[in-house]
């Protein structure tokens, strides 16, 4: 798609007249016409503005003519849904928001990344093996762990999640077992509902934010497990069945 039809759709999309999409973006309607009509296109500053204010990535608003790959794992990213973000909600577009949150790298040693890519990425047709050499010569390769000593925040973030750690196994909460690795997750993908003691149902995540967390396995056994979840701001433990079935609060913690 060319941008000029990406514009105006976007445009239509949000019901807007081009002189109320010129308001938006501190342009001229007739700047928005000539774009629509392929007589111009955006500079770089406006495509800026479009892409906060639209929350679109500016490779979609140019139509998409680069393919690109997080810089970190590897992932396609080929939605804008799965593309990470700066902490000013502008989009960062050489990484997926699993390996890039708010202005932070969630990763700073391979072998760890790569045992969660391979829990993900292994099947039916490829052996968690097969997955785990294409990795290790992929990765190196990738601008991030080229570039790992310069783009690194020299520890920091290992050191706040091994300080996590710490406070959520403090809590020794009866067959949780001890978490040792809190990887980034989310939130849209584990946002459960939990029924409280007085009937309200309840979210705690937004569905945008990536945070920390994990699965494990009851001590006890058994078809539940516990998921753990926390950020700067909270810690929650939970328990639920396959596929994140009727889950139960246990825990919610601000910190």
């Given amino acids: 798609m060319e941008i000029k039809d990406v514009l105006k759709n976007l445009r239509e999309s949000h019901h807007l007249t081009q002189e109320q999409m010129a308001e938006r973006v501190m342009v001229t309607r007739q700047a928005v016409s000539r774009w629509e009509n392929g007589e111009t296109q955006p500079g770089t500053e406006t495509l800026k503005i479009l892409s906060r204010e639209f929350d679109v990535s500016i490779n979609t608003l140019l139509g998409s003519p680069r393919q690109l790959v997080c810089q970190c794992c590897g992932m396609p990213l080929s939605e804008d849904g799965i593309i990470s973000k700066e902490s000013d909600g502008s989009f960062n577009e050489d990484y997926c928001k699993w ?50 000593e310069a783009l690194s925040d020299n520890g920091q973030f290992a050191a706040f999640k091994k300080q996590l750690m710490e406070e959520i196994n403090d809590l020794h909460i009866d067959g949780l077992p001890k978490v ?12 459960l509902e939990y029924r409280l003691p007085s009937g309200q149902s309840v979210r705690f995540l937004n569905d945008r934010t990536t945070y920390l967390g994990n699965q494990l396995e009851s001590e006890f056994g058994g078809d539940r497990c516990f998921g753990v979840l926390a950020s700067m701001d909270f810690i929650l433990v939970c328990t639920y069945e396959k596929g994140g079935a009727n889950p139960e609060l246990v825990l919610y913690k601000k910190r």
């Fill in 180 to 191: 040792e690795r809190l990887n980034a997750l989310v939130g849209q993908y584990v946002n």
């Fill in 99 to 148: 390996c890039y949150a708010d202005g932070t790298y969630t990763y700073d040693d391979m072998d760890e990344l790569i045992d969660v890519c391979v829990g993900h990425m292994a099947n039916e047709t490829v052996t968690e093996e097969q997955v785990r050499t294409y990795l290790k010569e992929t990765l190196p390769k990738l601008d991030y762990w080229k570039r790992y």
